[in-house]
């Protein structure tokens, strides 16, 4: 993700002035034509008050505010079921003043939560927009009430040393995907209209330039759906990890072309969006290729290391081996390179082997393999596992010889053998004539030279590469309404999540889902308010 910003005005007004609001959309897809007049349908097939194109934490939450306000709404959703992005990530929210944490007498602050983010988004905390940031910090731990209050279960808050003062992350229990099964009947009880495997196509609007509906498509049958909104649309699509003819204006086509962790996070409500004027902002923040193991594991990055630890796994002594047992990478390189060469292994997979000196190592706090689902399995841990937490959910395997490590985890045996006695060699000598690593071990870890020889020996498996964590996104206002490339609103036009936030860099892990379900629930309850 790159860390120098567009200027988004100066480029989207420029892109404008050669070429009208359509010139704002070949910014994501370069093919849709915006229309230059209003496109309202002769029929409507479905109308309500508030239509949410969307169905992950974002827009189930304005769609479950909007109907606690009052307002008949439809939800759209392209998967076959709810949940999203919002769904498939650890599930931590962080976010201060819940009363969780005030039943705990934690002490907490607006002014604290906002200086930590910022200190922990590190050299970009200069893009960030104060006022998005203060939102965020106002309505997170109310958010996070609310969502209680309907039934969703939370534990903590719990520690995030290095990034917050104090415990401020609330844990979805017992995964994020938990949220969804209280929230979708919750909907449905309030009689919110859920259109699965629905895509938003377009946007409708009036000789006033104001919002009035959404063209959707039904992806089971390709029929196009004409759907009313008489007070306002909220967009909640998230952002452009799989927005491929994106993604190459911005980087190299195999880089691009990498998988996305969620494949429905196309850019298309931003292209909607920008169809017809709206400003978008973060334009280099369109993801990044990242390591990731596989849910029940769970999904997780366990090749780095987080920002209070000295170093990680890798850095004490573990190494990459594709399904032949065989390194192929220097493990320490540059991120981009790694994943461009686990994608050219068998099967696109990659396995992390290290041995029970390293392990030992990572079964100590604070010294985590990553964040973790609700409490460590076997340690207990709040919000974040160790090597035995993995163990226990099968991401990690262990097994006494080389040879039962590799069948455990489906790799060559005579491969792995062979490599690890290399690997162990160079780590004597303190050469890798192979890719060229530096590092053989790291100096607090006394593990410098060590190579991998003390059994049992473990392997986290597998590991695929994941484009996450885009940040492309509509500028909007505090009151979460999309703004045009000139600063005007853009009536009955609402986004919130990863479409809608505007400057709002955030570092931490937990701080984007606070503000999905913060954001989610002020733009339904706004967009309920609207006169129709």
């Known amino acids: 993700m790159g860390s120098q910003g567009f200027s988004r005005r100066g480029f989207l007004k420029g892109a404008l002035a050669t070429g009208g609001a359509a010139a704002t959309a070949t910014v994501l897809g370069g093919c849709q034509q915006a229309p230059q007049s209003p496109n309202v349908p002769s029929k409507w097939d479905k109308e309500a008050d508030v239509v949410v194109v969307g169905g992950g934490g974002t827009g189930c939450a304005a769609a479950m505010s909007a109907a606690e306000a009052g307002a008949k709404v439809i939800l759209l959703e392209v998967a076959p079921a709810l949940g999203g992005s919002s769904a498939l990530c650890v599930g931590s929210v962080t976010a201060p003043l819940s009363k969780m944490q005030k039943d705990q007498g934690i002490q907490d602050s607006i002014e604290d939560y906002m200086e930590d983010i910022l200190h922990a988004t590190g050299a970009n905390a200069s893009r960030v927009d104060k006022d998005m940031l203060q939102l965020l910090a106002e309505t997170g731990g109310p958010a996070i009430d609310w969502l209680a209050g309907l039934g969703v279960q939370f534990a903590g808050p719990y520690e995030y040393p290095g990034h917050h003062r104090v415990n401020r992350m609330h844990m979805l229990v017992p995964n994020s995907a938990a949220w969804r099964k209280v929230l979708q009947p919750k909907m449905q009880e309030k009689g919110v209209e859920i259109l699965l495997q629905t895509k938003g196509a377009e946007l409708y609007r009036d000789v006033n330039n104001r919002i009035v509906g959404v063209k959707a498509m039904d992806t089971t049958t390709n029929k196009a759906i004409a759907i009313k909104a008489k007070k306002a649309v909220i967009l909640a699509t998230a952002s452009t990890e799989a927005a491929t003819a994106y993604k190459k ?84 390189g540059a991120a981009d390179d790694t994943a461009l060469a686990v994608q050219a292994q068998t099967g696109k997979i990659c396995h992390m082997v290290f041995d029970s000196q390293v392990a030992e190592i990572f079964n100590k706090w604070p010294m985590v393999v990553s964040s973790h689902p609700d409490k460590g399995d076997v340690s207990g841990i709040g919000g974040w596992g160790l090597i035995d937490d993995f163990v226990a959910r099968d991401g990690i395997k262990v097994a006494n010889t080389i040879e039962e490590l590799a069948a455990a985890v489906k790799v060559e045996p005579a491969g792995l053998k062979a490599t690890i006695e290399q690997w162990n060699s160079y780590c004597q000598e303190g050469k890798d004539p192979d890719f060229t690593r530096t590092t053989f071990g790291h100096a607090e870890a006394k593990t410098v030279g060590a190579g991998i020889k003390t059994p049992p020996f473990y392997a986290h498996s597998p590991i695929r590469v994941q484009i996450i964590s885009a940040d492309v996104t509509l500028m909007v206002n505090t009151r979460l309404e999309v703004l045009d490339v000139f600063g005007n609103v853009i009536k009955g036009l609402y986004a919130g999540g990863e479409t809608g936030h505007g400057n709002l860099y955030l570092g931490s892990h937990g701080a984007h889902m606070a503000w999905n379900f913060a954001s989610g629930r002020l733009a339904g309850t706004n967009a309920a308010a609207e006169e129709p």
């Open 249 to 332: 204006k911005i980087t190299t086509p195999n880089i691009a072309e990498m998988p996305a962790a969620n494949p429905n996070n196309d850019g298309s409500g931003l292209m909607m969006a920008a169809a017809l004027g709206a400003d978008l902002t973060m334009l280099d923040a369109w993801g990044s290729p990242g390591l990731r193991t596989n849910l029940p594991g769970p999904n997780v990055s366990s090749t780095g290391k987080q920002a209070w630890m000295p170093f990680g796994i890798m850095d004490a002594g573990a190494i990459l081996v594709n399904n032949e047992g065989k390194r192929f990478v220097n493990e320490q």
